[in-house]
């Protein structure tokens, strides 16, 4: 379907009028996409097409405004329940396809020294490559785990932005009235993150053996639309002596997510003489957001043939998921056992020995607030047709409780190494492009290998592989590292 | 001294040939005199601005197009500013790249990648290199200054008809060409031919420099070319909607223009 409404704008081209009116310009793409799954266990992901619009008008040198619209027909969700037709900016779990995303749509107004964008829009700040310490107003799409281009991953939020422009500074101000959450997959679809899995079963030295675990997923509870809920930005910009230099302050919700998972222990008892009996569990994976502050700074500059880039956030007040499986053995230890059954006793006498079956709400509080820093350091070097960059980006928290461990951080620090390779060839028509990241403590990386071709300058295909593998199954990579595959993706713009 | 001189085809790229209608000097000139001519010329108009139809041509012959807006700005003293915004094709629609020279200090370039959305301050080396797929590189597009060079007058010619001084330009030190040997219009002092010899001596490109047109008293080649003979391809550059000193505003050099557009 989407093929065919694609194949019709195609046909009209990209659209351009320019006049008395003003401009007015209509272009976009249409993107099919196709994966070959290494392990063929994984869940599936079918071929998937993608059409965007994007529609620019300005009646003014002062007034101007975009809408890009991406209507998709997904290959990874699977048994979607969501009939809604766009995808909606209070949901984590979207569960629909097809759909359209707004991904931007707003207003921009130019006056002498202040440009005010107003609607839904994506920030940019930081100067390192994909991973940003210093941008956190937009929240972020995870439904294809994180590993697509930042901008597509990206989701525009309902804000105004104001930029100031002097002689002394660029001042650069942002309010985003309503949190917009993340997005995640389905968690039987092939990119939810595993972290955000309870294990099916609870291991326990006692009689009970191992407790079975039930799983349900809550969407989000999103604070009440106030002005105190809402969250802002702003960031200070000035070139000074061959220095691009920023200072940046954000408060608001961390954009990453944050999960509780309160847990209802139902136990039953078999037979009151034997005293036997059994526990089941049932975990809500439930969202938690938490307001943080962010100040940051970053840096461009170039040294000789190269260009350096840094980045640096401190954050107060961030909370981190505690690793689950240790939480949840803590609640059903020997000792805890034995308070629980005391207490289920208790209630089964004073019942008259109707209560036998009897349930326990257990909040393990699984995020905890650790404030922390992220920082890094990029170089580039291009040459030309080449361009090779490499970064080090460390997040250290300084009062790390190593009773309470969180994913994705071992004792406080976890360390990545990126390193990009780009290749131009035949006139720029051809390029060879070769990502990777390396997470030191977890011994885990992506290697991402692609090649692209422009058959004409509208038409344009890309074959490449995705190699994913970690140590450890709940770290960042490694709890995709079943996920290795083939891609192939054919662009036809207009 | 800096003359945007060896790479003759990004004078028009960047700087668009502003030479004035100038009636030819004495015979008696040397090389030295016609090369300081033509570029004392160059800095004619405070500012310029222009589309840009670009088409690189493979070895096959096969063609692919780019159109381009471009914007110069300068300051005297071979100061100068410049961005390009480019419009087509889809894929490098947006992007823009700003470039700010200055004669005492490497040039400062910025990149706008609308799929980044980040304007990203980028290296001036690699000067050697393609600029963007084309037969340009980034050398041909920065500035030189015209006392690296030695000049000297080979003879006089005709190119399509029309007279020219043949002059050899060689760097005393060489790193991306070993000389030039450009033909420069003697009644115009604009350069109609550019042959570029490569580090080892090869002849590697030339610049074919045409369709001059007079613009607010300014002689503008609108076509040019630049044939590498040594890979085969081509690109070829045609100048339209030519402006010289509209008042172009500074702040269209900074960042807030390269993401906004022009």
Known sequence: MLFWIGLTFLEAKAFQYEGDLGKLSLAGYLEGKAIYAFDRDTPRENPSEKLGVELKASSSSWLSSKIFLQAVDDGKVIDPDNKALFNQFDRIYQDKNPYVNVNEAYLDIYTGKVDFRLGVQKFAWGRLDEINPTDNLNTMDL????????????????????????????VELAWVPVYVPYRLPQPDERWFPKVLKPPEVIKTDTMVGNIPVN???????????????????????????????????????????????????????????????????????????????????DFTTTMSSFTVRGEYAYFKNKYYNQKIDPVLEQLVTKSRQDEIYKEFMTKYLASGGRDNVQVFHIDPHIPIQEDSMKYGLGLDYIYGDTTLSVQFIQELIPNFNADKPVYFNKNGLNTMLTFLFKQFFLQNTMEFNLRTVYEVEFQDFIIKPSLKYN??????????????????????FGQFKDNDEMFAKLRCSF | MKCKYTGYAIIVFLVLCLTHVTPALSAEMTAYQIVKKSEDLLDQAKDSKADM???????????????????????????????????????????????????????????????????????????????MGTELTFFDMGSQDIDDYSYNLLKEDTVKGESCYVIEATPKKVEFYSKV????????????????YDTKGQYQKQGIFENVKNI????????????NVQNGRATIIDLSNIVYDSGLKEDIFTERYMTRGN
């Open chain 1, 455 to 476: 058959f004409t300058d509208n038409l344009q295909g890309t074959i490449g592989i995705l190699f994913i593998s970690g140590k450890y199954d709940d770290s960042l």
């Open chain 2, 181 to 196: 040997i450009v033909w420069i219009r003697t009644g115009n002092f604009i350069p109609a031919k550019a042959d570029l």
């Open chain 1, 143 to 170: 439904t294809e785990g994180g590993i697509n281009d930042e901008i597509e991953r990206k989701i525009g939020v309902p804000s105004l932005k104001i930029n100031m422009y002097s002689d002394m500074a660029d």
């Open chain 2, 53 to 131: 139809h670009m088409i690189f041509v493979s070895n096959k012959g096969e063609k692919r197009e780019r159109t381009l807006n471009l914007f110069v700005k300068r300051y005297g003293n071979n100061k100068s500013k410049s961005i390009v915004f480019f419009n087509s094709p889809a894929d490098v629609k947006g992007t823009s790249f700003l470039v700010w020279t200055n004669e005492k200090k490497e040039d400062k370039q910025w990149l706008y990648l609308p799929a980044l959305q980040r304007v990203r301050q980028i290296s001036a080396s690699g000067k050697g290199e393609s600029f």
């Open chain 2, 216 to 227: 607010k008293e300014i002689n503008t080649p609108t076509h040019i070319e630049m044939h």
């Open chain 1, 215 to 297: 799983t349900s997923y809550q969407d989000i509870d999103l604070p009440a639309h106030t002005v105190g809920n809402s969250e802002m930005g702003v960031r200070v910009s000035k070139y000074i002596g061959g220095w691009d230099l920023s200072c940046s302050y954000f408060t608001g919700y961390d954009p990453m997510p944050l999960t509780d998972a309160p847990v209802d222990l139902t136990v039953k008892l078999l037979n009151p003489l034997a005293l036997d009996y059994r526990i089941n569990t049932q975990v809500t994976m439930v969202p938690e957001i938490h307001r943080m502050d962010v100040f940051g700074f």
